[in-house]
T-cell receptor, first 112, second 112 residues
């Protein structure tokens, strides 16, 4: 079991560029999440999904889009990157809303 | 927001000492979870305590929950240098299927 994997691990973008972060899980979890973590801010939920084909907004969704076309994958897109999106992004999955979440290793994104 | 808030923000202790971290939250919950994050890594689940439980143990970890005070504590006994990490509490909502909300964490440093 690989658990939760994230691609890429590091990325540097210029302002206005776009990119997609990929999260994959092999635990057959229904729920998947995207968080960003900034110094002193803890984890903030961007978007989440309660099942294949569904997505919902979290606390800080502006500037991001997501898709869950397959149960095992959850994609996070930045259409026009801004320096304020410089952060570490974590993906997680769980069997239910109240259950233990399993986290990926993170993607460190820098927007210049 | 019913975000949990950890206290203290940072804690530095000697190896062998006990470490206590606290979490306070705002609204009624189903359960409360504690996670650990080593530097540069994803979060790892430590323990889940349900609202009808008052205390739970796992190895050197002891978690208490006081729903009347809306607070929880995490005690790490006989700390080791390897316990150096950030610790987060996460709370759910009593109703609905909304995701967990994470606090900003306590940074624990265990000095050998």
């Amino acid at each position: 079991n690989a658990g939760v994997t994230q691609t890429p691990k590091f990325r540097v973008l210029k302002t206005g560029q776009s990119m997609t972060l990929l999260c994959a899980q092999d635990m057959n979890h229904e729920y998947m999440y995207w968080y960003r973590q900034d110094p002193g801010m803890g984890l903030r939920l961007i978007h989440y999904s309660v099942g294949e084909g569904t997505t919902a907004k979290g606390e800080v969704p502006d500037g991001y889009n997501v898709s869950r076309l397959k149960k095992q994958n959850f994609l996070l897109g930045l259409e026009s990157a801004a320096p304020s999106q410089t952060s570490v992004y974590f993906c997680a999955s769980s069997t239910g809303a109240y259950n233990e979440q399993f986290f990926g290793p993170g993607t460190r994104l820098t927007v210049l | 927001s019913q975000q949990g808030e950890e206290d203290p923000q940072a804690l530095s202790i000697q190896e062998g000492e006990n470490a206590t971290m606290n979490c306070s939250y705002k609204t009624s919950i189903n359960n409360l979870q504690w996670y650990r994050q080593n530097s540069g890594r994803g979060l790892v689940h430590l323990i889940l305590i349900r609202s009808n439980e008052r205390e739970k143990h796992s190895g050197r970890l002891r978690v208490t929950l006081d729903t009347s005070k809306k607070s929880s504590s995490l005690l790490i006994t006989a700390s080791r240098a390897a316990d150096t990490a950030s610790y987060f509490c996460a709370t759910d909502a009593l109703s609905g299927n909304t995701p967990l909300v994470f606090g900003k964490g306590t940074r624990l440093s265990v000095i050998a």
